[in-house]
């Protein structure tokens, strides 16, 4: 069992940063496949971004290739999601997700793949 919370939401303009932070407790955290999704009003929820387990992989939506960074400290038991260069459209909820049960090399967007959810942090980014 794996429970996730995140931290690190909020309110900023256009062109800023944010460093969304998600704290696991569990002992499968260090081998699972973490990930960040997003939802924004009345739209799916979608992939943004995914780490392996020891962080040799990681694999982005290309919504924020170039803007977002995705990286994990096991022994701090935290996956961190680095959002530069903010805008509107990157306004949701985050979450970030646990995956188990698969090689420490992989790397998974479906939401299917991942067992575990956090409740979710706001960020919104006004023009």
């Known amino acids: 069992q794996v429970q996730l919370v995140e931290f690190g939401g909020g309110l900023v303009q256009t062109g800023a940063s944010l460093r969304l932070s998600c704290a696991a407790s569990g002992r499968t955290f260090s081998t699972s496949i973490m990930g960040w999704f997003r939802q924004a009003p009345g739209k799916e929820r979608e992939f943004v971004a995914a780490?392996?387990?020891?962080?040799?992989?990681?694999y982005r939506a290309d919504s924020v290739k170039g803007r977002f960074t995705i990286s994990r400290d096991n022994a701090k038991n935290t996956v961190y999601l680095q959002m530069n260069s903010l805008k509107p459209e990157d306004t949701a909820v985050y979450y970030c997700?646990?995956?188990?049960?698969?090689?420490?090399?992989?790397?998974?967007?479906?939401?299917?793949?991942?067992?575990?959810w956090g409740q979710g942090t706001q960020v919104t980014v006004s023009s």
């Open positions: 997700a646990a995956a188990i049960g698969f090689d420490r090399y992989s790397v998974r967007r479906a939401l299917s793949d991942y067992l575990y």
């Open positions: 780490i392996s387990w020891g962080g040799d992989n990681t």
